[in-house]
């Protein structure tokens, strides 16, 4: 499942971070919507808005499909038929929909057939494993490119900062009984965990790994839905490292959150040293620090292979440029 995400990049670098090329072979970078109702934070739970791209056709009829929009959409689905006057008096749960029933349940086939696909863009998500009676949360991301981010002054043609997530999600778009604004909703597709996280958890969305998975999800003009399903699975290219408990509450919206923390087999889940010297040296833009300094942990929980050193050192890199960046919106508590 997921249930919680990490989005703390600016709305101009989410931008520039999906840049993308078009049927005809263009550079594009998608256009926003509403991107004064997107707030970054590193703690984001269901209710609160997250940045998603879909197919421009969507708002402009005449729009060619493979071009791209980011839209600000709240996170948990309401679908086009509720009638109530609120959608928060909705009785179930749609802030995930796992892909081996979605088919069967109105809430989802509905916006499906219509085509209403998604990309739920973040840096990462949590997942909590369970183990005697405690619960141990993980970050999971994508692994990062080995070389350096830049400072933001990248060109139109590539990003060279954190690579987002790309989950597979469905929209719709809800409109007040009585008159109002519409509300553009959405819900993470979920499948059988990989390998790799099923000792995690189960339970993991749907990640389009690469930019042909995203054409192809969200060009609904040229993708037929049956052919846009056989990209929902499960995928082994993901990295993680476990964090500190302060990510159970959602109101704790610090780069804290996203921090590699040591754990021991005596020793409670808190911050360790390693952690907390890491956070000084974002907070204060210490030198960077060579690999060999970066912590290194071992888990009572799961007895996998670390994630490469490589994207834990990007990760601290990009927690600096996010927390000195000028351009980037101030994550708010969720």
Known sequence: MCGRTACALGADRIRRACVYRDNHGRIRQPEWRDADKYSPSYNKSPQSNSPVLVSRRHFEKD???????????????????FREDDPSKMQYKTSNCRSD????????????????RCVVL????????????KKQPY??????????????????????????LTMAGIFDCWEPPDGGDALYTYTIIT?????????I??????????????????DFT????????????????????PVSTIVNNSRNNTPECLVPIGLGPKTETKVSTSSKMML???????????????????????????????????????????????????????
């Open 139 to 164: 970050f999971i991301y994508f692994p990062q490119p080995k070389q350096e981010m830049a400072d933001g002054k990248d060109d139109d043609e590539e990003w060279k900062g954190w690579r987002l």
């Open 222 to 241: 040229e993708v037929s839905t049956q052919e846009a399903l056989r990209l929902i699975h499960s995928t082994e290219n993901i990295a993680f490292h």
């Open 122 to 133: 973040a840096d990462g998500f949590y997942e909590w494993q369970q183990h005697n009676g």
């Open 191 to 199: 499948v059988d965990a990989s390998k790799g996280l099923s000792a």
């Open 280 to 334: 000084d040296w974002v907070k204060n833009k210490s030198p960077k620090k060579e690999e060999d300094d970066l912590p290194r942990w071992s888990s009572q929980f799961i007895q996998i292979a670390a994630p490469k050193r490589t994207s834990a050192a990007l990760m601290q890199q990009w927690l600096k440029k996010e927390e000195g960046d000028p351009c980037a919106k101030k994550p708010k508590t969720q």
């Open 63 to 81: 729009a060619d499909s493979s071009e791209r929009v980011i839209a600000a959409m709240r996170w948990g689905l309401v679908p086009a038929w």
């Open 101 to 116: 029933t979605m088919m069967e349940k109105l809430s989802y086939k509905g916006p499906l057939i219509k085509g209403k």
């Open 201 to 218: 958890h189960n339970r993991m969305p749907a990640i389009l790994d690469g930019d042909e998975a995203i054409r192809k999800w969200l």
